[in-house]
């Protein structure tokens, strides 16, 4: 009984630990750079419909300015 019990709360701090995850700013940074190929200019945290996203300012190899956002809970890059 006691196994069952550790086992059950074991999973369910490893179901909810990715809730809590967040992507940090040098995270976010790298993968705005890695998605554009250029040199991260500006790194600031927003909210949009209450979801939490980093804006990440790059400027690209032809001297262009991007805006990339990425995605503060699942790293998804927009």
Do not use: C, N, Y
């Not at 976010?28 to 998605?35: D, I, R, V």
């Not at 554009?36 to 300015?65: D, H, M, P, Y």
């Amino acid at each position: 009984m006691k196994f069952t019990l550790a086992l059950i709360a074991a999973l369910l701090l490893g179901v909810s630990v990715p809730v809590w995850a967040e992507v940090s700013r040098d995270a976010a940074a790298s993968l705005a750079q890695q998605a554009s190929g250029g040199r991260v200019l500006a790194v600031e945290k927003l909210e949009r419909q209450g979801q939490i996203f980093w804006r990440v300012k790059v400027l690209t190899a032809a001297g262009e300015v991007r805006v990339v956002l990425v995605d503060a809970a699942s790293g998804r890059v927009r």
